[in-house]
């Protein structure tokens, strides 16, 4: 009987997934949400001892998919701060400690977010416990020049408990799924264990489906290949530095940004899609080339006065600028200043901010606050920029040929096996995957684990 990724019925049914095998270790789940470790974890043979989790709607999902009364005994440890002890001889203490004082849509408080605070309770833990090893997940901000300070405290911590510890970041791309999540992962095994120093992370592997390979609604959609074109055509001969690994610096882009503040050849701006004159265009792309000059203020970005425009466009008339703000493209400030009436990138242009290809490699990283993310239901072809982005328009977005990513998306985004029950609102399913870690990279590093712990 094959099951698809599914959602939790109102009715009571017992977990489809239960450790029947002969367990060959055992672990104990810290910051469980909705089980992403657990699950690697006995794929390769681990016996859950206990779980800890707060979320009530996580543990709705978690107990959904892992308790029933064959495992009943299984103690769910509630609160971290609150436990006093974990079960005695412990193979592997594995956890996602909270990343949202570490990421930027946290505001990087780091530890002055009480979720920072929570890495002191998983340190003593680990002293009071002393398993034969841990590996714990967070979002790669951890190591970033901001918190690198943060995290060798935390590496410092763990190693003074007596354990040798390493940590790296890698990306779910690397493991089989067509998504852009970097994490950084610490492993810690225990000194007195042979070899505790040759723990080596795992190879990315040579597999790469694309978007289209895992989602059902598009797997009858052709890839055409892709035409070169040189760096002057794409980028008019200065290749923006903030192109990721998965930006071809000779190919058209596999998504198209909803956003007044950026430009580039697959940019959408509102002006693309309001009807407006060339020159209304012309007066926008000055905008937008001088709003980060510091000579208009010290901000990011700066409205510009009537005077400032001038001294760009010096037959410019007020009525030109007026006219933008009654298309609602444009809005005056206070000051007598124009700026954009999209003036943050998050929030795209009509609750929309990317539209991801099907034949793209991957989609940007899932996340619990969510993003205005779509995939287009079909595939486009273009020898131009230009004619890619009207295509684009014509084809895709007019006539809403997109869908949102949801639920069902994300559970295999993350790797989440097909008969996975997750939560009946899809809002709540997209936040738990957003949280959750993407189980095929923690089934490799663990695989790498159980070679040095000799279990």
Known sequence: MKFECSQIPKQIELPLRLVTHQSKFNFVDLFAGIGGFRIALEKLGGQCLGYSEIDKQAIKVYRQNFISYLNEDEIELGDITKIS?????????????????????GCLKGFDDPRGK???DVIRLVNQSQPKSFIFENVSGLASPKNRENLELILHELEN????????????????????????FIVGIRND???CQEYNFPNPLKVH?????????????KILEKVKLDSHTLFKG?????RTRFQKDDELNDFFIFSDLRNGHTTIHSWDIIDTTDREKMICLNLLKHRRSKKYGNKDGNPLSFHDFLEIIPDMKLT????????????????????FVNSKNMTGINNIYRIILPTADIVPTLTATGAKDYIATISIYATHPEEYKRIFLEKIYKNKQYIPITGKHACKLQGFPTDFKYHEKDD????????????????????????????
């Open 209 to 221: 489906p694309k978007v289209l390979d895992i989602l059902d609604e598009f797997k009858n959609i």
């Open 320 to 339: 030109e600028l007026n006219k933008l703000v009654d298309k609602q493209i444009l809005r005056l400030t206070h000051g007598n200043k124009y700026e």
């Open 85 to 105: 002890e974990l079960p005695s001889n412990l193979d592997i203490v594995v956890g996602g400690v909270p990343c949202q004082p570490w990421s930027v849509a």
């Open 238 to 242: 200065i290749i923006p530095p903030s």
């Open 428 to 455: 709540i399913a997209k936040k738990q995957f957003g949280n959750a870690v993407p189980i095929p990279v923690v089934e490799y590093v663990v695989k790498e684990l159980l070679k040095i712990i000799k279990i």
């Open 118 to 120: 929570l890495w002191f």
């Open 193 to 195: 264990i042979e070899k």
């Open 161 to 184: 408990l007596g354990y040798c510890v390493k940590w790296k970041i890698l990306n779910a791309y690397d493991f089989g799924l067509p998504q852009n999540r970097d994490r950084v």
